[in-house]
T-cell receptor, first 114, second 115 residues
């Protein structure tokens, strides 16, 4: 069965430090991959997505993610974190063809220290 | 342009009652998706509607149902509420549900509490 794993439930970083959030998926073929962010009291906002092509994807708010097929990973990175980045981050995969269904990871909650 | 809207913001029910949640998609979007976000479980896919038809559903019992209206708005109904139905219910919409490449845009959610 398809699955998405975000191994880190909570991450704390200092403002200005770099960030990497991990995402691993289990899938028979290359799926479509997404990162969303959820701020308190708000819905999910799309940060970036990967369908095909260049494995390094740029998103909004200075985020990027790299697809590594050999590791079945799609880790999210940011070189310098801002206090406003504190939120919960979700990785999601969806089948590239066939019946359409998103599968989300359980999320990583990011705390930023001033 | 208005985003996805959901109502009500909060809903409190007791066990055995029925809950109705509503969602209005972004103008021009024909696909609506429902998710349950329970504490510690991430987002679980519930239902997908496109052009008024149910296209797919997740691993939820039949007491979770819904429909999509001609104006593409949608309603999620949960019958015979159980305590474990307490969660944030998120609605998302996309342009045409043409496949995984179609980006979903999320509403702020309805917080359902079952007592």
């Amino acid at each position: 069965a398809q699955s998405v794993t975000q191994p880190d439930i909570h991450i704390t970083v200092s403002e200005g430090a770099s960030l990497e959030l991990r995402c691993n998926y289990s899938y028979g073929a290359t799926p479509y991959l997404f990162w969303y962010v959820q701020s308190p009291g708000q819905g999910l906002q799309l940060l970036l997505k990967y369908f095909s092509g260049d494995t390094l994807v740029q998103g909004i708010k200075g985020f990027e993610a790299e697809f590594k097929r050999s590791q079945s990973s799609f880790n999210l990175r940011k070189p310098s974190v801002h206090w406003s980045d504190a939120a919960e981050y979700f990785c999601a995969v969806v089948k590239a063809s066939g019946t359409y269904k998103y599968i989300f990871g359980t999320g990583t909650r990011l705390k930023v220290l001033a | 342009e208005a985003g996805v809207t959901q109502s009500p913001t909060h809903l409190i029910k007791t066990r055995g009652q029925q809950a109705t949640l509503r969602c209005s998609p972004i103008s021009g979007h024909t696909s609506v998706y429902w998710y349950q976000q329970a504490l510690g479980l991430g987002l679980q896919f519930l239902l997908w509607y496109d052009e008024g038809e149910e296209r797919n559903r997740g691993n939820f019992p039949p007491r979770f149902s819904g429909r999509q209206f001609p104006n593409y708005s949608s309603e999620l109904n949960v019958n015979a509420l159980e305590l474990e139905d307490s969660a944030l219910y998120l609605c998302a919409s996309s342009l045409d549900g043409g496949g995984g490449s179609d980006t979903q845009y999320f509403g702020p959610g309805t917080r359902l509490t079952v007592l």
